[in-house]
Every structure is written in C-alpha cells, then in structure tokens.
C-alpha cells in the first residue's frame, strides 16, 4: 500500500455543531502520523476551485468548542453537478475530473469527507472514481444508516428541549396550545427525543401519519382534566393521514431541490380552527438547532471520529465511513451508510416509552 503523506479534508452540506472538533482531531492525529493536512474552503466547491488552507497545529488550535467549521460549507456544489452562471445563464456540468486533478496535483493521497448523505454520496462517487475516501457521518437530523448516533444531533436535540422548557413556562402562564417545529427532514429523531425530554403532550413525526381528530383529542382530554395548556413538537417532515408534507414555495435563485417547513404553522392553523376557544401560538426553531457551540458529548464524539477518520486512513481502509456501534467506532462500507434512511421505528422502545408516560403521535394507537 502507498505511504500515507498528505491528506485532504473538507466540511460538506449544512453546518452542525461539532465539524471544528473533527478537524482538529483529525489534523493532530495526521500530524503524530507525519500526516500533513490540508483543508479545502467551502466544501465540494473548493475542492473544484483549488482553493484550501494548511491546517497546522496553529490552524486547529482551540477550535473544538467552537460552532460551524473554519472551513465553510456548501450544501450546493456537487462536482458531478456542478452550478455555475455563464453569460447570465445557469447551468450545471461534470467537474469531477478536475475535482481529481486538483488532488493530484496538490500530492493529497486521499480525502477525508465529513457530511451526511448528501456528502457522503458525492464521496462514494469519488471512491469509485480511484480516490481514497474516509467518511465522518455529520447531520443533526440522524438519519444515516450504519451508525448509532451523528455528530450534532445530541446538541440540536438539547437546543431544542431547552425552548421546550421555556415555552413551557408561557403557555401555562397563557393557557396556550403551543406548538414547536423543528428540523429533521424525513426522520423524526429530534421532535421523538426533545419532545420526551421537554415534556411534550404531542409528537408528531413524519414515520407515524398523523390524525388531527387524535391530536385534538389529546387537547381536550387535556382540559378536561384541568391542565389548561398543551406542548406539541412537530418535525419538519410530519405528514397528516392521507396528506403530503408542506414544502416552502422556493424563490427562482434557491439551490434546494426541496425545502420542507410550515407544517408547524399548519397543525397550529387546524388546532384553531377546530379549538376556536383556545389562544395557539407556533414557534419555528429553524437555524437555531444548527448554530452554537457543541455540547460535551458532541464534542467527545467527533474527536472520537476524526481519530479514527484518521486510523482508517492508515489502515488503507478506503470507501468507508468511520461508525458509532454501541461503544466502539469501526469502519464501514460509505455504500452501507447511504443506502436508506435512518428513520425512527414505530415500535420501537423509545416510541413506546413516550406512549407509556402519556404522550400523543397523533394517530388512534
């Protein structure tokens, strides 16, 4: 196998608290190899523009606790598809090949990508072009299969579950139906656990349709029962019986190919229509999960990955991604990674758990 000398790296798809903490790990783990690393600027894009910084021990210094990446991200830029405007004219084009000269020319015997599934199938693409890849699983979302848990996702969750104790305080003082929308795409991880640890009466999540006649049941049982207030978490992907998921009319110049959001709205809208005697309120928590720094726990865990991103590297274990199983971290097919989504299982014992203390999915369980 070819001596490990030179690496590259680069922080692909929507930021997430905990990417610095990875490159830092994996930077001083290369450099006690005799590693140098290099950090290419925004993503796939400045993997295709050539444009990187060295990242020394200087470069990484004191970076782990910080939110977002030193490196930029883009979550726009795929090289396969890659957009540029000429002559005031959109158009997409295959730039891998240059992405690869650009490596090659710069010496790099391989590149460590740290994304989710997005990033992680540009990755694969590579892999297959020659390059040698390792993965870092990253999304808040959760939903990357072969790994127990995402960097980010334990401080989105945690973001969350504090506004839940704080709208708490205000829908008892108003008596209000308050409703929280947070991110997650087509999994429900988030709502599922801040809406446990924030005490939610109602969860909806895009695995379980939800019924609206069960979620206005779950109010009014509610009042009946003197608690004249109710907390509903609803994830972004949330999808009503016999109903599609809301998507955000998307402005000409959006790169999203789709944009979900404003089901928060919707479940706040039916509750009042049906509820015209109670006060409903909707936050849309948004952005806010992504930002911030990372709690301990995602701190530990991506310096965990970006050691064995690295490991892996030297290992020769190329077109895999570096995995959280139980209280190990290994390497697995990037193939095994993307292959589905990690949604949450109905019957799980999580699902089953909030059932058991009370809470709603809003279907007739």
């Not at 590259?8 to 905990?18: S, V």
């Not at 104790?165 to 008892?172: G, I, P, Q, V, Y």
């Not at 050691?307 to 971290?329: K, N």
Request: glycine share 12%; proline share 4%; hydrophobic share 40%.
């Amino acid at each position: 196998m070819k001596e490990i000398r030179h690496i590259g790296i680069l922080t692909g798809g929507g930021d997430c608290p905990g990417l610095n903490a990875v490159i830092r790990a994996i930077s001083k783990t290369a450099i006690n190899y005799g590693v140098e690393v290099i950090g290419f600027i925004d993503g796939f894009k400045g993997l295709v523009e050539n444009r990187y910084i060295q990242l020394d021990l200087r470069a990484v210094s004191g970076i782990s606790h910080t939110g977002g990446t030193i490196l930029g991200t883009s979550n726009r830029d795929n090289p396969f598809q890659f957009f540029t405007i000429s002559e005031g004219t959109p158009q997409h084009s295959d730039e891998s090949d240059r992405a690869v000269a650009n490596m090659e020319h710069l010496g790099l015997d391989g590149l460590v990508v740290i994304g989710g599934d997005g990033s992680l199938n540009i990755a694969d693409r590579f892999a297959e072009k020659g390059v040698p890849i390792v993965g870092v699983p990253k999304t808040i979302d959760n939903d990357l299969s072969a790994t127990d848990v995402t960097f980010g996702f334990n401080t989105a969750v945690n973001t969350a579950s504090e506004a839940l104790d704080r709208l708490h305080t205000t829908a008892e003082s108003h008596h209000r139906v308050m409703v929280l929308e947070v991110m997650g795409r087509y999994a429900g991880w988030i709502a599922l656990h801040a809406g446990i640890s924030g005490g939610a009466d109602v969860i909806l999540i895009p695995e379980i349709p939800y019924n609206m006649d069960a979620v206005i049941s779950k109010i009014t049982q509610r009042y009946r029962q003197g608690k004249n207030f109710s907390i509903i978490v609803v994830a972004e992907g949330a999808i009503p019986e016999d109903g599609e998921m809301v998507i955000r009319n998307l402005v000409a110049t959006s790169h999203d190919p789709i944009r979900l959001g404003g089901i928060g709205q919707k479940v706040a809208e039916d509750i009042g229509n049906r509820l015209q005697n109670i006060e409903v309120r909707v936050t849309v928590l948004g952005h806010l999960q992504r930002g911030g720094s990372p709690i301990p726990y995602d701190r530990i865990l991506s310096t965990r990955y970006g050691v064995a991103a690295v490991d892996a590297f030297m290992a020769g274990q190329f077109g895999t991604m570096v995995s959280l199983r139980g209280d190990m971290i290994a390497a697995v097919p990037i193939k095994e990674a993307i292959k589905e989504i990690r949604r949450v299982k109905p019957e799980s014992d999580l699902v089953r758990a909030a059932r058991a203390v009370g809470i709603s999915f809003g279907d007739k369980y």
